[in-house]
């Protein structure tokens, strides 16, 4: 979840760019927040997809905004979800055993515990004409039990981006706060003239 706010400094300056319409400094802040929490929900997007392999639709549909009222002056875009399957990203299954990259800046990885390696497979769940393609590894000598393999889930790509942390490159953090101040000047000058 990443939270945009405004602190009591910036609700003061508000207040103060607006003289005698003090009063509608909630107005102006709630504003901002709600378009820079849209614009941060498409930055982080598309953060994730120059950063990971993945789809952009995969990212933002995981993303939700709680827009700021006039009394809860802040605003949240909450990205939820499971880790994604591997098949998600870019993988290759030779006869030498699996491989998957999830970083774009990073290779194909191997996928191989020990002398056991990753395979694709057909699995059937169920009806026998519900078949799930996947890649998976045996957990032990013996044919079963399998496991499947997951990357990040949206969440942990969007918070990594927002923060800059494990390779995924600048933050956005600094780019989203500016936007925040671009917008509350943008929302004073709408209303004042």
């Given amino acids: 979840m990443i939270k945009i706010e405004v602190d009591q400094e910036s609700l003061k300056y ?7 319409m003090q009063n509608k400094a909630p107005q102006v802040i709630s504003a901002a927040l709600n378009e820079t929490a849209r614009s941060a929900r498409v930055k982080l997007s598309d953060g994730a997809r120059s950063k990971y392999i993945v789809k952009s639709g995969g990212v933002k549909s995981s993303m939700k905004i709680r827009r700021a009222t006039y009394g809860r002056l802040e605003a949240e875009v909450i990205s939820q979800g499971s880790p994604v399957k591997i098949e998600k990203f870019k993988v290759t299954a030779p006869a030498s055993g699996a491989k998957a990259q999830v970083l774009k ?6 996928l191989i515990k ?3 390696k990753a395979f694709a497979a057909g699995m059937t769940r169920g009806h026998p004409g519900n078949v799930h393609n996947g890649i998976y ?3 032990g000598k013996s044919r079963l ?24 490159g600048i933050a956005l953090k ?3 706060e500016s936007d925040l ?13």
């Fill in 181 to 193: 101040q671009k917008n509350i000047e943008r929302q004073i000058r709408r209303l004042t003239s």
């Fill in 145 to 168: 039990p399998i496991k499947s393999f997951y990357g990040p889930s949206a969440a942990k790509m969007v918070e990594k981006v927002y923060g800059g942390g494990d390779g995924a």
């Fill in 14 to 20: 508000v207040q103060a760019r607006l003289g005698t």
């Fill in 174 to 176: 600094p780019k989203i």
């Fill in 114 to 116: 020990g002398n056991l």
């Fill in 105 to 110: 800046s990073g290779g194909l990885k191997s």
């Fill in 137 to 139: 590894q045996r957990k």
